[in-house]
C-alpha cells in the first residue's frame, strides 16, 4: 500500500530543493518517530488513497496528514484546529463538517479526509493546478494567498509560492511535505523501513437507523470499547448525535453483524424525548443552539413548516438513550469514560499574565467573557493578577448550555446517566460535579435524583 502510494506522487521536488532534502534528513534521523505516525495511519491510508485515486489527486498529499498532525484524529492545536486534517471550525462546518455536544466531525477521519481532499481539490482548481500554492492556501488561507499573488502581479514580480509574502510557518510549511515525500520515496537512503500493507480496507461504514450507543451495540458485537473509539474518534459520548451524521465505522467484515444487530436490536427506540414549552421571548433558533440541534432538524421532528412558534407551545426533542440493563455494560461506559477523558482534547490552554494585563484585558484578548474567565480559574470579580501567574482559557466555551433555562442550575438523573456522562453534557468537570453534590468516583445513581450542576453563568450572550 505504501507502495502505491508513492507511485502516485507528481509534484515533489527532490534533486534541486535542498528545503526539502533537510527536512528528510530531519525525519530520517528520528525513525521511532516515523514507524510511530506510520502506524496510526494504518487505518484510514487505504480509504484515504481511494479517494485520492477517484479524485485524480497526487500521491504526496497522503503524508499531509503527518505535517499537519502526525495522523492523530485527536490532535488539537492552540490555534483551534482539530483532527488528523487540522480544521478549525469555521472552514469546518463551510464544508459540511458537523460539530456539536455528541459528536466533532472534524476528528472523524473518514468524514474530515472528504472534506480536506474536497477543499484541496478546490483550491488547486483556483491556483490553476498549482499544488504548491494549493497547500500554501489550505495552511495559510486562500485569501492571503490570493492577496499576496495579486500584489505580486502589480509589482511585477514572480507569482511562485517561493517569491510571495507569506507566514514562516507557511514557508516551512511546503518544503516539510516535499521532504517527506522524498522520504517516503528513497526510504531506504534515509534508513527508514516502510512496512509491506496488503491493499486491503480496514473498516467499513454502517448506516444508523437514529442515534445510537455504541456501548451497548460494541457489546452486542463482541467488539473491544477501545476499537470501536479508534475507528470513531469524532465521538463525544457513549450516543451518536441525535442529529446526525447517522453511520460508525466498524472493522472489515462485520458489516454485515452490525446491520442484522441494529435491525433486530432496534437500539434507536431507546431514545428518550424531553418536552420544552415555549416561553415568552423564545425562539426556535434559541431552542435549537440550546439542545445542540440544527433548526432543520426541531422543525422536522415536530412537523413544523416554518420557524414561528407560539408561547405554550410543547416541543420535543431528543436528549439520552435510555438503557433497559445499565449494569450489563456498566465495565464497558466505565472504559469509554476513561478513554475519552484521556483521549478528547481539552481545549483549553495556559495564559501567563503579563505585566500591566487585567482580567479584562486577557478576556477581550481572548474573545471570551469576563464573566468565563473569572469561573474558569475560581477567581472574584476583584482578584488582582500579577505577572507570572497561570490563567486557563477555553479556546471554545458553550454558546449557551441546557442548564440557563433553569435557574436552579439542577438535573434529574435519568436511567443509564453516570456521573461522567452528566459532567460532559452539561460541560463541568467531574471533580466538581461531585464537589457540589458530596460525591465519590464509586457513588451510585439513581433515576430521579437530583443533582447540583453549577452556578449560572451568563455566556455568549
Avoid at 154 to 181: C, F, R, S, V
Avoid at 356 to 385: F, H, K, M, P, T
Avoid at 444 to 450: A, D, E, I, N, S
Amino acid at each position: 500500500l505504501w507502495g502505491h502510494v508513492v507511485s502516485r506522487f507528481e509534484f515533489a521536488q527532490c534533486d534541486s530543493f535542498p528545503e526539502a532534502n533537510a527536512w528528510a534528513r530531519w525525519f530520517g534521523e528520528r525513525p521511532e518517530y516515523i514507524d510511530r505516525v506510520i502506524e496510526r495511519a494504518r487505518p484510514w491510508l487505504h480509504d484515504i488513497v481511494g479517494e485520492l485515486e477517484q479524485r485524480e489527486m497526487p500521491g504526496e498529499l497522503a503524508l499531509l496528514p503527518i505535517v499537519e498532525s502526525a495522523y492523530d484524529p485527536f490532535a488539537y492545536s492552540h490555534g483551534r484546529a482539530a483532527g488528523a486534517w487540522q480544521f478549525v471550525a469555521s472552514t469546518a462546518l463551510s464544508h459540511g463538517i458537523e460539530i456539536n455536544d455528541y459528536y466533532d466531525g472534524r476528528r472523524d477521519v473518514y468524514v474530515a479526509t472528504r472534506a480536506a481532499l474536497g477543499y484541496l481539490h478546490q483550491l488547486n482548481r483556483r491556483f490553476d493546478g498549482d499544488w504548491n500554492l494549493a497547500l500554501a492556501a489550505y495552511n495559510g488561507g486562500q485569501g492571503r494567498v490570493g492577496r499576496a499573488i495579486a500584489n505580486n502581479r502589480k509589482n511585477n514580480l514572480p507569482t511562485d509560492w517561493q517569491a510571495l509574502k507569506l507566514p514562516k510557518e507557511t514557508k516551512a510549511y511546503i518544503p516539510k511535505l516535499h521532504g517527506l515525500a522524498c522520504l517516503f520515496r528513497d526510504a531506504e537512503d534515509y534508513g527508514i523501513e516502510l512496512p509491506k500493507w496488503s491493499a486491503q480496507p480496514m473498516f467499513e461504514k454502517i448506516d444508523l437507523p437514529g442515534p445510537t450507543d455504541v456501548v451497548i451495540l460494541s457489546a452486542l458485537m463482541d467488539i473491544d470499547i477501545a476499537q470501536m473509539v479508534a475507528l470513531n474518534p469524532g465521538l463525544n459520548q457513549h450516543l451518536t448525535s441525535p442529529t446526525g451524521p447517522h453511520h460508525l465505522l466498524v472493522p472489515a467484515g462485520m458489516g454485515e453483524t452490525a446491520r442484522e444487530i441494529l435491525e433486530n436490536s432496534r437500539l434507536e427506540d431507546r431514545i428518550q424525548y424531553q418536552s420544552v414549552t415555549v416561553k415568552s421571548g423564545d425562539t426556535l433558533s434559541e431552542i435549537a443552539q440550546d439542545f445542540d440541534i440544527k433548526v432543520d432538524d426541531l422543525k422536522t421532528h415536530n412537523g413544523l413548516t416554518s420557524s414561528n412558534i407560539r408561547i405554550g407551545q410543547s416541543l420535543e426533542i431528543p436528549t439520552m438513550m435510555v438503557m433497559s440493563e445499565p449494569a450489563t455494560y456498566e465495565t464497558r461506559y466505565q472504559e469509554l469514560m476513561r478513554l475519552q477523558a484521556r483521549l478528547v482534547p481539552a481545549k483549553r490552554f495556559q495564559h501567563e499574565v503579563k505585566p500591566g494585563e487585567s482580567l479584562w484585558v486577557i478576556a477581550r484578548r481572548y474573545r471570551v467573557a469576563l464573566a468565563d474567565l473569572i469561573q474558569w480559574n475560581g477567581l472574584e470579580s476583584s482578584s488582582l493578577i500579577k505577572p507570572g501567574q497561570k490563567l486557563t482559557i477555553v479556546v471554545e466555551p458553550p454558546r449557551r448550555v441546557v442548564a440557563q433555562r433553569n435557574p436552579m442550575a439542577r438535573y434529574t438523573v435519568q436511567s443509564g446517566d453516570s456521573l461522567w456522562l452528566i459532567a460532559r453534557r452539561h460541560r463541568i468537570s467531574l471533580q466538581d460535579l461531585m464537589n457540589l453534590n458530596e460525591l465519590g468516583p464509586s457513588s451510585v445513581l439513581q433515576p430521579g435524583q437530583t443533582l447540583n450542576i453549577g452556578r449560572n453563568v451568563a455566556s455568549g450572550q
